[in-house]
């Protein structure tokens, strides 16, 4: 069964610093991957996606993220944090074998400090 | 265009009464999918449909959740004799097909007393 891990729960970071909130999937042929994000109250909004092809993916607001087979990997990144990105972010892997139904992770709850 | 939406926003119901919640997906989308999201669980998958094809109902988690898709559109999920577990919010998404990527409503946010 697919399975997918944010080891981080909390992230504190200020503004205009880098951020790169960590997520490991486990799954047996090539994954669908994605984040989104989660504002108080709202449901989830869709960041970037990857399905094939280019292992670097550019999504909203500036986020972008890797795809690494050999490490499992689909870490998302953005240079410069705004206040508005505090939000909880949610990495999933989509089961291409099963209608695509998503398995999440965790979530990571960033917070971001003037 | 319009995004999912969902109704209510909000539902406030006593252990052991039923309750319906309802998902428009977005106008041309084929596959929808329900999700749960509660604080010991996180987000679950629950059931999806595609098409005028079964639903795969393998998130259910018993017998007193039900879902129909009616004219390949609008979505209702059912519970019935609902228990204090099943507090949570409920997501729908809807994708263009089953291999895109899934747009989701703001949720019912469902309170059992």
């Known amino acids: 069964a697919q399975s997918v891990t944010q080891p981080d729960i909390h992230i504190t970071v200020s503004e205009g610093a880098s951020l790169e909130l960590r997520c490991n999937y486990s799954y047996g042929a090539t994954p669908y991957l994605f984040w989104y994000v989660q504002s108080p109250g709202q449901g989830l909004q869709l960041l970037l996606k990857?399905?094939?092809?280019?292992?670097l993916v550019q999504g909203i607001k500036g986020f972008e993220a890797e795809f690494k087979r050999s490490q499992s990997s689909f870490n998302l990144r953005k240079p410069s944090v705004h206040w508005s990105d505090a939000a909880e972010y949610f990495c999933a892997v989509g089961d291409n074998n099963a209608g695509n139904m998503l398995t999440f992770g965790g979530g990571t709850r960033l917070m971001v400090k003037p | 265009g319009a995004g999912v939406s969902q109704s209510p926003s909000n539902k406030v119901t006593e252990k052991g009464k039923d309750v319906e919640l309802r998902c428009d997906p977005i106008?041309?989308?084929?596959?929808l999918y329900w999700y749960r999201q509660s604080l010991g669980q996180g987000l679950e998958f629950l059931i999806y449909?595609?098409?005028?094809?079964?639903?795969?109902k393998s998130g259910l988690p018993s017998d007193r959740f039900s879902a129909e898709r009616t004219g390949g559109s609008v979505s209702t999920l059912t519970i019935q004799r609902t228990q204090q577990e099943d507090s949570a919010v409920y997501l729908c998404?809807?994708?263009?097909?089953?291999?895109?990527?899934?747009?989701f409503g703001p949720g019912t946010r469902l309170l059992v007393l």
């Open positions: 106008s041309g989308h084929t596959a």
């Open positions: 449909f595609q098409g005028n094809s079964a639903p795969d």
């Open positions: 990857y399905f094939s092809g280019d292992t």
């Open positions: 998404a809807s994708s263009l097909t089953y291999t895109g990527s899934q747009y």
